[in-house]
């Protein structure tokens, strides 16, 4: 390897590493500003229950009706799924569902709507449910952590 060749390598790696660390401290930051996480219940039964009839009608077509994915559509349930998220704000994938989603008219979908397929997805990742419904509202949003396991007692 030349000397020039070197050097842009070793110029990749630290950008790489740089956006890695920068990365890192942003999903720190972001679950250490979370009041709540989703082992809090932070949606109601029947708000999960409006939901699926939304995801059937809304979703389902690409994400297909058990949430597995398809295609090019990801799945929205199971391990790589909460995996995915994980240190994540409920803001975080609120925004990008209701601007990405549904694919073919994106951000068609109402804020209530979107928080109430939220709800659904929860409930099939088997979070747990509380008493009151999950607002479309950002700091409530970036208040609650999405973590993959349930934080020790």
């Known amino acids: 390897m030349n000397l020039r060749a070197g050097s842009i390598v070793a110029a990749a790696a630290g950008v790489a590493a740089t956006i890695a660390i920068v990365s890192g401290s942003i999903v720190t930051s972001v679950a250490a500003q979370a009041t709540k996480n989703v082992w809090d219940g932070v949606y109601s039964t029947e708000q999960a229950a409006r939901g699926k009839k939304l995801y059937v009608d809304s979703c389902s077509s ?68 509380g008493h009151d419904e ?20």
């Open 62 to 129: 690409c994400h297909k009706e058990g949430l597995q994915g398809a295609d090019l559509a990801p799945a929205l349930k199971g391990e790589d799924f909460v995996l995915r998220w994980a240190g994540f704000s409920m803001q975080d994938l609120f925004n990008t569902i209701s601007t990405t989603m549904p694919s073919d008219d994106p951000g068609k979908l109402s804020p209530q709507v979107n928080a109430d397929i939220i709800a659904f997805i929860l409930q099939v990742n088997k979070f747990p449910t």
């Open 134 to 153: 999950l607002k479309p509202d950002t700091p409530l949003l970036k208040g609650i952590a999405i973590t993959p396991k349930a934080p020790a007692p």
